[in-house]
């Protein structure tokens, strides 16, 4: 129909439209060529996705309204979890409603306790401890003949998880950017207020704090922080073992433990003491930093004058201090230092030690390489009054302990797998590593006869 077009052509180009009609049809066509102008975009970039968000700025509603919600989300979760006096409760109603096994003696139950248990302790506690008692939950536990579980481990498996929980949610209070990672001070903060509910530490002096809480915190970056970003994954955090050797401390000692055993643990009081004063008693100008000559003091001046220069070119940095090409090991530097030698075994230390061996950054070790490492630890044999040593003896056995898959070539992995990588770095780089090596038959001898008497 002719005035139909018309109209429509009339009222198309804006002619017949007011003031107000207008600037609506004119905000329609902009936002639609925004539109088209994001979807040709999206179509040109193809799958890449978005790996980039800016962040709020400080001060901003965007800001405050993310605060909110974190505080309010944890909040809620921190709701959700057993106290100890439901633990407890919980405990209670597990020992009064299992069987005893006959054979083992042990506290047991079958589905169908474990069913009713967990009726009597939502109507004791509350639902919040429903989560625990699922069918997946059960089926994961050893179950003997009968298809029972024993409730200790159930127990256990419940607390770890409330801890954990906790664990997480004390951290993410502390990351301040809500990225899920937490920085030196961040993680600082959060053993700090640890201390005094760890009961190995309640003693520990106020002018200590501080520094107790630098060296603890170096440890989880160590482990969790491989890349050296300066933050730690908060699940990397949680998963790892060192969470575990910190909350070790929980435990009252009821006998007496020696020195030596408490050295044991990184976090243990007088473990960070030790720290300290071997730092101090290597530092003879008392500058704050170590040089390759003090360095060569640790452990009795064992190590070989290669691997701590070495240490100084890959892990040392060159301070703004430091006179011409000399460098200097900071602290920090220094307990990376220790924890890559106490823990030769881990692939963080072995890669840190990894990186001192490879001559020339190139990823592997050569015969070549070998033989310049045990060169010093030789010559340091000899000096002790051992006896004569081949050097391509110890070689040739290095070889057969890793069994590299490139017969020509030692690989980071190939230490790994072989399950020897702390003992071949040991040979190659202290001396004493090296005569613990040559002695392991004499020694495993003497550790098994106190036993047997």
């Keep these: 129909m002719p005035w139909v077009q018309n109209l429509r052509r009339y009222i198309g180009n804006g002619a017949g439209l007011g003031s107000e009609a207008l600037m609506e049809l004119e905000t329609k066509r902009i936002l639609l060529d925004i539109f088209k102008e994001k979807q040709q975009k999206a179509a040109e970039g193809g799958t890449i996705p978005t790996f980039y968000k800016k962040k709020p700025e400080e001060g901003s509603i965007s800001q405050r309204v993310q605060k909110l919600a974190k505080y309010r989300f944890l909040k809620k ?28 003696g042990a506290e047991k139950m079958n589905y169908e306790d474990f069913c009713h248990i967990a009726s009597v302790c939502a109507e004791q506690i509350g639902p919040k401890c429903r989560r625990f008692f699922s069918p997946s939950n059960f089926m ?59 009961a190995q530490l309640r003693d520990m002096p106020a002018a200590f704090v501080q520094m107790y809480c630098r060296i ?25 073992n060192c969470l575990q ?68 070119d890959e892990h040392v940095r060159r301070g703004k ?6 460098r200097e090991m900071d602290f920090e530097s220094f307990m990376d230092f220790v924890l890559a030698l106490e823990n030769k075994d881990a692939p963080e230390g072995l890669t840190y030690l990894f990186r001192c061996l490879d001559l020339n950054g190139r990823g592997y070790l050569t015969t070549a390489d070998i033989h310049t490492f045990f060169r010093d630890v030789h010559q340091k044999w000899v000096e002790g009054g051992n006896y004569e040593l ?37 040979m190659l780089i202290d001396v004493r590593g090296f005569w613990a090596h040559d002695n392991r038959e004499n020694l495993l001898q003497e550790e098994e006869e106190p036993e047997e008497e």
């Design 77 to 104: 979760q921190s709701d959700l979890l057993l106290n100890a006096d439901d633990l407890d409760a919980m405990w209670v109603c597990l020992r009064e409603n299992c069987v005893i096994d006959d054979t083992t």
């Design 245 to 312: 050797e910190l909350m070790e401390l929980h435990q009252e000692s009821e006998e007496e433990v020696t020195d030596t055993e408490q050295a044991e643990n990184w976090f243990s009081l007088i473990s960070a003491q030790r720290i300290c004063d071997m730092f101090l008693a290597l530092d003879k100008d008392m500058n704050g930093t170590l040089s390759q000559q003090e360095l060569r003091e640790y452990a009795d001046g064992t190590l070989t004058e290669i691997f701590i220069q070495r240490v100084f």
């Design 216 to 240: 603890a915190a170096h440890k989880f970056f160590f482990f969790c922080d491989p890349h050296r970003r300066g933050k730690a994954c908060i699940k990397k955090v949680l998963l790892s």
């Design 390 to 426: 081949c050097i391509e003896d110890v070689r040739d056995e290095i070889w057969d302990m890793v069994k590299p898959a490139d017969p020509l070539r030692i690989s980071l992995a190939d230490l790994l797998s072989c399950k020897q990588g702390g003992t071949v770095a040991s």
């Design 140 to 198: 994961k536990f050893e179950k003997d003949e009968q298809g029972r579980i024993a409730i200790l481990p159930f127990y256990l498996y419940v607390m770890r998880t409330v801890s954990l929980t906790q664990a997480r949610i004390d951290m993410s209070e502390l990351d301040e950017d809500s990225d899920g990672f937490l920085q030196p001070h961040e993680m600082e903060a959060y053993i700090r207020g640890l201390i005094p509910n760890l």
């Design 321 to 326: 201090t430091s006179a011409g090409n000399a």
